[in-house]
């Protein structure tokens, strides 16, 4: 069976450190591009970060540029959002998808053409 599973949310402290995790089953990861998507209750489904099937290509978005780090570790069949210095604005559930690639350094920055997505984690950062 074909699953993507995020866990590492929680409740920290404005500052704090998080580091999320997507592992994938029942696929070649390696196949895949993936990206880390947030969501609030008042804003539409947001891409963090970015990453290539090969691991090479990445893309932030600007308000997590410097704080967030996305990787892949393809033989264990999981992606990582390490986020560093966190900020109340960065509560929201968060979002692992994959999509296949026959380019092995794109990178996907468009919602629309992901097509698997895991059930989310809950990331809240208090002040």
């Known amino acids: 069976q074909e699953q993507l599973v995020e866990s590492g949310g929680g409740l920290v402290q404005a500052g704090g450190s998080l580091r999320l995790s997507c592992t994938a089953s029942?696929?070649?990861?390696?196949?895949?591009?993936v990206g880390w998507f947030r969501q609030d209750s008042s804003k539409e489904r947001a891409l963090v970060a970015a990453?290539?099937?090969?691991?090479?290509?990445?893309y932030y978005r600007d308000s997590v540029k410097g704080r967030f780090t996305i990787s892949r570790d393809n033989g264990n069949h999981t992606a990582y959002l390490q986020m560093n210095t966190l900020k109340p604005e960065d509560t929201a559930t968060y979002y692992c998808?994959?999509?296949?690639?026959?380019?092995?350094?794109?990178?996907?920055?468009?919602?629309?053409?992901?097509?698997?997505w895991g059930q989310g984690t809950q990331v809240t950062v208090s002040s």
């Open positions: 990453i290539s099937r090969d691991g090479d290509f990445t």
């Open positions: 029942g696929v070649t990861f390696y196949h895949y591009a």
């Open positions: 998808a994959a999509v296949l690639r026959w380019d092995r350094g794109e990178v996907v920055t468009t919602t629309a053409e992901y097509d698997w």
